[in-house]
């Protein structure tokens, strides 16, 4: 496995674009972590011609508009797309034009506010994608019995990739 920090930037002024940017290596698959960075942070990493190509892109800053740029997506050119937000959340995210544009690009969308919990597996050169749609009271925590099902979930999906 291997973990190529793609832009870090501890000192900028926006917090957001001091996200650091992170593709991992396992095996055959790749996986771009984006964080909160913006376009003009996207721009910058575009500039240096940087291998970002990657089977997984967790979508940066919520699905926002404000990241997620047509020249940055085709370039990592993913076969899934992940979206982490809340459900309903004031920003309105994803927005539309990010939704869009996988859609166009033919990515396969995974969202935590409909989806919820998204946990990857990979064996270095195949990837399963386990979701889990959780309801929890305000206040309440998950319960040791949903950890308990969701732990034996994941080791049957581990089996079903060792038979692969």
Sequence with gaps: MYFTIIHADGNNEDTNNSSIVLKVTYGTTDFLFTGDAEKIIEDEILKKRLDISSEVY????????????????????????????GLDNSYGHPHLEVLSLMNKIGAEVYRTDTDGDIVIFSDGNNVIFSKKRVKVAPGEMESVTLKKEIFENAKELHFALEEM
């Design 58 to 85: 967790k979508c940066g800053h919520h699905g926002s508009s404000t990241s997620n740029s047509v020249d940055f997506v085709k370039a990592v050119s993913p076969t899934v797309a992940i979206i982490s937000c």
